[in-house]
């Protein structure tokens, strides 16, 4: 039977050119879990503009907590692919009692923050789980103009002793690169991921590389939330990280070739370009 795949974040908007489309790490890896035939569910907190019946959340089972505002985020891609994210909506924290405790026997915990909201508890009320985190929410900050910026993740020491793998970008530790050799040290896993460049994998010492399957890139938004839902699902299977990398990097490289949502590939597509179909 396939695991239960939990993820902890936000559902958001994204502005797109003709309104807000779904977007979150946590609507992402549900999505992407869902797709590859787990049972994918979610912790998330919105407000009253959030639409809950999206079609495309079908079959996904979601705890909806109220918050006074739906995390809204408006992504702008320069030539280079570099991002710029303005924040025009925040929505409320996640603590652990948010949890439904049926769900906390979970095979796949999956920490996603948007906005610093999973509050570091959280990370430790899994007996059982595999807990997977991104550490970008708890990376972002922004000021009154809504202008969101790097900064140093404080709460990592009270959350990656807990964790079995931190799946992080270049781009997440741009403005603290020094600190990846800490995170090494607190995590049995660490994947670094480089875009179309692949990743890098640390585990107990030693260093593996994996690259990245080509992709005619035309959306990059969350395609790390599905590289990490892959991983972690293949992980769980086979506790191969070389085998993980590799479908997690196949499953990302449908994702960028799609707008938004509409570009995470089923299991089916997934083993067809896994084999060269």
Not at 42 to 63: N, S
Request: with cysteine; hydrophobic share 40%; glycine share 10%.
């Amino acid at each position: 039977m396939s695991p239960l795949f939990l993820a902890i974040g936000h559902f958001c908007y994204d502005v797109a050119s003709d309104g807000y489309v779904l977007g979150g790490g946590a609507a992402y890896s549900t999505i992407t879990a869902r797709n590859l035939g787990c049972r994918a569910c979610a912790v998330t907190a919105v407000g009253g503009d959030f639409d809950r019946q999206q079609p495309i959340l079908d079959g996904i089972e979601v705890a909806y907590h109220e918050s006074p505002e739906t995390t809204i985020f408006d992504n702008r891609y320069d030539s280079d692919g570099r991002r710029q994210q303005l924040i025009l909506g925040v929505g409320g924290e996640l603590q652990e009692h948010h949890i439904p405790s049926q769900w906390k026997d979970t095979g796949i915990a999956y920490l996603c923050p948007l906005t610093g909201e999973v509050d570091s508890s959280v990370a430790q009320c899994f007996d059982h789980a595999l807990i997977g985190v991104t550490p970008q929410g708890w990376m972002r900050a922004w000021d009154d103009s809504r202008r969101v910026r790097s900064k140093r993740w404080e709460t990592a020491e009270a959350i990656l002793p807990h964790a079995d793998a931190l799946i992080l970008s270049e781009e997440d530790i741009a403005a603290s690169p020094e600190d990846l050799e800490q995170y090494i040290q607190w995590t049995r896993l660490v994947v670094l991921t480089k875009g179309q460049h692949g990743a890098t994998l640390y585990e107990d010492g030693k260093i593996l590389e994996s690259v990245a399957y080509p992709a005619h890139a035309v959306d990059p938004t969350g395609a790390g939330d599905v590289f990490a839902a892959a991983f972690l699902i293949k992980y769980h299977e086979t506790r191969s990280p070389q085998v993980a990398l590799n479908f997690a990097h196949c499953t990302a490289s449908f994702a960028v070739e799609g707008h938004g949502t509409a570009g995470i590939p089923t299991l089916d597509q997934v083993n067809a370009r896994l084999q060269g179909i």
